[in-house]
């Protein structure tokens, strides 16, 4: 099975930082990413699909790259409504892994 | 729009039994492979299973295999996740998750559906 290591598993940050997440597989996955944004009581919302590519309708603040084994998803001006953890989920092969999930919290 | 809805879940001693259901619509429910995903309370995201647009193959991780069954009826937009010999380290949230065509990354969520396991 993939591992996916994701971190930092939490991180404080003010309205306005640039923030970066990283995943890292245990194993190449192409291009096969996604990051997703879950808040409390809810479902998770997906971002960035094919590791780079921004969901229609999500904030072009959000941004994601890499490929093969090293992922970063980056918010570039963090905003109240993106305090939240946010997950990345291996797509390359069965069984799908996600990332441990990094808690953006507000400094 | 695609909606997923999720239903069956509740409160069940250890070793119990549970049928999860997801009732699809918004899209061709045949086309498309589909996912369980849990959350435990307090925790993380994990993949429980998998299974094709047809229903000729599934998948599962390790934790759940003899366990749990996923299938589909695509006559009726269901998808269902059969939990048999449910443990406490079960009690979590299961998500009902459309897998989209290309990229094949999960892109829509039901609202979830708890599952406690306990005496």
Same mark, same amino acid.
């Given at each position: 099975d993939i591992q996916m290591t994701q971190s930092p598993s939490s991180l404080s940050a003010s309205v306005g930082d640039r923030v970066t997440i990283t995943c890292r597989a245990?194993? @190449? +996955?192409? $291009?096969d990413l996604a990051w997703y944004q879950q808040k409390p009581g809810k479902a998770p919302k997906r971002? +960035?699909? &094919?590791? &780079?590519n921004l969901q229609s @309708?999500?904030? &072009?603040r959000f941004s994601g790259s890499g490929s093969g084994t090293e992922f970063t998803l980056t918010i570039s001006s963090l905003q109240p409504e993106d305090f939240a953890t946010y997950y990345c989920l291996q797509h $390359? &092969?069965?069984?799908r892994t996600f990332g441990q999930g990094t808690k953006v919290e507000i400094k | 729009e695609v909606q997923l809805l999720e239903s069956g879940g509740g409160l069940i001693q250890p070793g119990g039994s549970l049928r999860l259901s997801c009732v699809a619509s918004? #899209?061709? #429910?045949?086309?498309f492979a589909m996912n369980w995903v849990r959350q435990a309370p307090g925790k993380g995201l994990e993949w429980v299973s998998g299974v094709s647009n047809s229903g000729g193959k599934t998948c599962y991780v390790d934790s759940v295999k003899g366990r749990f069954t996923i299938s589909r009826d695509n006559s009726k937009y269901m998808l269902y996740l059969q939990m048999n010999s449910?443990?406490?380290? *079960?009690t979590a949230v299961y998500y009902c998750a459309k897998v989209g065509? *290309?990229?094949?990354?999960?892109d829509n969520w039901g609202q979830g559906t708890l599952v406690t396991v306990s005496s």
């Open positions: 245990s194993q @190449g +996955i192409r $291009n971002l +960035i699909y &094919s590791a &780079s @309708g999500v904030p &072009s $390359n &092969s069965d069984p | 918004g #899209f061709t #429910f045949s086309n449910l443990r406490a380290e *079960d065509w *290309d990229p094949q990354d999960i």
